[in-house]
Nanobody, 114 residues
């Protein structure tokens, strides 16, 4: 079992920044992918960014150039630095951990006011 604890969400004005963190604990497999997804009201959950244990990254087109995903393998933690936030970034952000199995965090609300 793997537990994911997210932090860092909140309310910010458009143009501002937030940093999300997700710490994984439990039966961590050394080769894994961690990522952030988001779900806005009335919309499907979508990939924001993901990073493999080797450091390879993948971003949604809508966040390229504004968001940066990184990880600290020693701490089993993934970060999402979000800059130049827009109202359309408002959503619940979920952390995801994938290896043989698939785990999700409880979600953290990000609200960007115009």
């Amino acid at each position: 079992q793997v537990q994911l604890v997210e932090s860092g969400g909140g309310l910010v004005q458009a143009g501002g920044s937030l940093r999300l963190s997700c710490a994984a604990s439990g039966s961590i497999f050394s080769i894994n992918v961690m990522g952030w997804y988001r779900q806005a009201p009335g919309k499907q959950r979508e990939l924001v960014a993901a990073i493999g244990s080797s450091g390879h990254t993948n971003y949604a087109d809508s966040v390229k150039g504004r968001f940066t995903i990184s990880r600290d393998n020693a701490k089993n933690t993934v970060y999402l630095q979000m800059n130049s936030l827009k109202p359309e970034d408002t959503a619940v952000y979920y952390c995801r951990y994938q290896e043989r199995y698939d785990y999700w965090g409880q979600g953290t609300q990000v609200t960007v006011s115009s």
